[in-house]
């Protein structure tokens, strides 16, 4: 009996830093949100303020390493296996999985899911459909085994069946009504829903059914959302909360630092998110390549990325892959496309002459944003200053979450402040937001453009690295020129934590290890 106690507490112990903890059980989490989300389906959903309450209830076919980002690991699969062709992707489930509902999770479950992403039905919104285009079938043959058939081999897909959004779902709810998940949260993840109060809190309970024996080791957590930047900071500083998921500005954690000293851990690193002007084709003038271009060739990037990283979460200046990333573009290469220039009054200079050749010397309109202060409201007030340099006006709309996102996906704005930020790096996502409107459900610029099409799918398809890199160069250097959508600064993320919290791995993208099923308070 001694022995099979001490086995039981070895198997407890996890070494980090070389000291030896010992994960307790208990205690509610406590973290900050900025936002709320818009609704409650993984599917069609885009942004941290979703991903961070919501996620601790469902789980995914496989799931990022924590520990060893860009590793995947099984999540409700125990194991795979991929044809040598790259064709055929099988998936073992694990046995005995149960939803909140108590219902028992099948392979069938498993196809619903991936058919509702990949070819969803009226009235529901998939916003990453067209990144597995590539599915051809789903096939259920057991209980336990799911088979995915491609049309064509692609790189990227074992990493997308890690997708933080790809939700499970229960295949006999979505039968009865496929829009279900938009209002009712019930998935297999480590944490039950209990409420979730507007402007106020979401709060999480242990499932104690869940299948991984022993987790989650809290017994609850509860997000709060905080809008304010300095209220949320001062939480934080407070201990109220433990932590905020998303990333904070250099001057608000050196104020933590300061506040509270060795009471708080602070992780740096760099992210794949970036802010993106997106030029709406389908409104004069902005179906003209010269007012778009202009746009962007007004804007000194170098000189903003210095300024802003001083005050605000971004820090580097890129193209359409996250800056360091081995497939992105060298800082060369970066300056020979329009817009990039370090000459910014030679950059402006031609800015106001082709303003001048579109008949609008003095442009005015209406400039999109979204109500979260960071780093939306630093960098839109720096845009709009940069458009005033070559005489355009922008009216700065700050919209809330829900209404902000409604405005660039129905296509009722005239300019707008649009973010792409994903899961991981690859290129067959952080393009998606430069394909033509009707390939990609996340391009809000409504363009179609052929040969941007044709280049991404080339560059799927090549198995030669070297390829692929000059093919992403011509891709993203007529995505520049065509200025439909063009990036900005790229976002640095820093994240502050209490020290009592424990298990949370940092990671680039901050939609990765938000199930929370291995976090811990020691106290």
């Known amino acids: 009996m001694k022995l099979k106690i001490l086995l039981l507490f070895a198997s407890a112990l996890v070494v980090a830093s070389g000291v030896v903890h010992a994960q307790k059980r208990g205690g509610e989490l406590k973290f900050a949100v900025s936002a709320e989300p818009p609704n409650y389906d993984c599917h069609g959903n885009s942004s941290f303020a979703f991903i961070h309450p919501v996620r601790p209830h469902y789980s995914t076919l496989l799931k990022f390493d924590g520990a060893n980002y860009p590793k995947v690991k099984g999540d409700l699969a125990e194991s795979w296996t991929v044809s040598k062709d790259g064709l055929t992707y099988t998936f073992k489930l694990r046995q005995g999985v149960k939803f909140h509902d108590g219902s028992t999770l099948t ?57 933080p959004w790809d939700c499970i779902y229960s295949a006999a709810k979505l039968k009865s009504d496929p829009k279900y998940p938009k209002e009712v949260v019930m998935g297999t993840g480590p944490y039950k829903f209990v409420e979730h109060a507007n402007g106020s809190h979401w709060v999480g309970v242990r499932f104690d059914g869940y299948f991984e024996k022993g987790k989650p080791y809290l017994d609850g957590f509860r997000a709060i959302f905080i809008r304010n930047t300095a209220a949320r900071v001062n939480a934080l500083q407070a201990g109220e909360v433990l932590a905020e998921f998303r990333g904070h500005s250099p001057a608000d954690r050196d104020k933590l630092v300061k506040a509270v000293g060795d009471k708080v851990n602070v992780q740096e690193s760099s992210w794949v998110c970036a802010l993106v002007v997106t030029h709406n084709t389908e409104k004069k003038p902005f179906d003209d390549v010269r007012v778009r ?7 000194d990037r170098w000189g903003g990325a210095e300024a802003l990283s001083k005050i605000a979460l971004v820090r580097s200046v890129g193209g359409v892959l996250r800056p360091g990333y081995d497939l ?19 950059s402006r200079e031609e800015a106001k002459r082709l303003l001048k050749e579109a008949g609008v010397p003095n442009l005015k309109f209406k400039f999109t944003n979204r109500n979260v202060p960071m780093p939306y409201t630093p960098v839109g007030v720096f845009l709009i200053d940069q458009w005033r340099q070559i005489g355009v006006t922008a009216e700065h709309e700050q919209l809330e979450t829900k209404l902000y996102q409604a405005a660039l996906r129905g296509g009722n704005y005239e300019v707008g402040l649009d973010f792409n930020c994903d899961f991981m790096d690859e290129p067959n996502l952080q393009l998606q937001k430069y394909l033509s409107t009707d390939k990609s459900t996340i391009d809000f610029s409504r363009s179609i453009d052929r040969t941007l099409d044709g280049l991404f799918e080339k560059q799927v398809r090549t198995n030669s690295t070297e390829e692929r890199r000059k093919l992403l160069r011509e891709f993203e250097k007529r995505a520049m020129e065509q200025a439909y959508t063009v990036p900005t600064i790229w976002w640095h993320r820093i994240i502050v934590t209490w020290k009592q919290l424990k298990g949370w791995h940092m990671s680039p993208s901050h939609y990765l290890n938000q199930d929370l099923s291995e976090v811990w308070l020691d106290q």
């Not at 992105?328 to 030679?346: C, H, M, R, V």
Request: hydrophobic content about 40%.
């Open 107 to 163: 392979s069938a479950d498993v196809k619903a899911s991936y058919e509702r992403i990949v070819n969803p039905p009226k009235g529901v919104v998939s916003v990453r459909g067209s990144a597995y285009s590539d599915i051809k079938s789903i096939e259920a043959p057991d209980a336990n085994t799911v088979v995915v058939k491609l049309g064509a081999p692609n790189a990227a897909m074992l990493s997308l069946f890690a997708s």
């Open 293 to 299: 271009r202009a746009l962007s060739l007004a804007v």
């Open 328 to 346: 992105a573009a060298t800082e060369q290469e970066l300056t020979s496309y329009p817009g990039f220039s370090k000459d910014i009054n030679k």
